[in-house]
């Protein structure tokens, strides 16, 4: 099984700041990586697949980016929707697996 | 705007069997893939397994000796079946629609609303 680590555990930013998440693989998971946004008491929300394709109503400001097991999830200014927690996942061996999530908390 | 729900008990006694339930909405479930999800209280979340209609579920290998996934086209539903339950199978378990598609992968694009499952005497 792959196993995903994220840094930092938590990431504190002020509004209108940009973030940068964290993400890294055990061995090569290639391009195949998606990120997942989830606010308390929701269920997770598909940001990004293939590395850096956005999901259909993922805003432009999130962009990722890296390969074979170093990835990246950068907001570029961050709005007050997107203090949530974000779970990097590798979706190129089954079992698919999640990051501990980093989550991005307002400074 | 497909919808799915979750269905079952949110008190399970240990070495029992969890029964969850998945309805969709708008009967698009033979057109899919579906899967199980789930997040322990405070913890990150962890594939459980998938299902389509014309193909075998694919279930996780750590809990495929005690897991069923099945489909039943004619009523909407998609249903888990987990045996000997403990209680670090505590969690929120999360149905989802495989609808995002690219490059032979498919990703989660709806979800339920998550059914907290709790395993305790």
């Known amino acids: 099984e792959i196993v995903m680590t994220q840094s930092p555990v938590t990431l504190s930013v002020s509004p209108g700041e940009r973030a940068t998440l964290s993400c890294r693989a055990s061995?090569?998971?290639?391009?195949?990586l998606a990120w997942y946004q989830q606010t308390p008491g929701q269920a997770p929300r598909l940001l990004i697949y293939?590395?850096?394709t956005r999901a259909p109503d993922t805003p432009d400001r999130f962009s990722g980016s890296g390969s074979g097991t170093d990835f990246t999830l950068t907001i570029s200014s961050l709005q007050s929707e997107d203090f949530a927690v974000y779970y990097c996942?590798?979706?190129?061996?089954?079992?698919?697996?999640f990051g501990p999530g980093t989550k991005v908390d307002v400074k | 705007q497909v919808q799915l729900q979750e269905s079952g008990p949110g008190l399970v006694k240990p070495s029992e069997t969890l029964s969850l339930t998945c309805t969709v909405s708008?009967?698009?479930?033979?057109?899919?893939?579906w899967s199980w999800i789930r997040q322990p209280p405070g913890k990150a979340l962890e594939w459980i397994g998938f299902?389509?209609?014309?193909?075998?579920?694919t279930y996780n290998p750590s809990l495929s000796s005690r897991l069923t996934i099945s489909l039943e086209t004619s009523k909407n539903q998609f249903s888990l079946n987990l045996r000997s339950m403990s209680a670090a199978d505590t969690a929120v378990y999360y149905c989802?629609?495989?609808?995002?598609?690219?490059?032979?992968?498919?990703?989660?694009?709806?979800w339920g609303q998550g059914a907290l499952v709790t395993v305790s005497s």
């Open positions: 996942q590798q979706h190129d061996k089954w079992p698919r697996t």
């Open positions: 708008d009967g698009s479930i033979g057109d899919s893939y």
């Open positions: 061995q090569s998971v290639g391009n195949n």
């Open positions: 293939d590395m850096s």
């Open positions: 299902i389509r209609f014309d193909r075998n579920p």
């Open positions: 989802a629609r495989l609808g995002r598609c690219s490059l032979g992968h498919c990703h989660p694009d709806h």
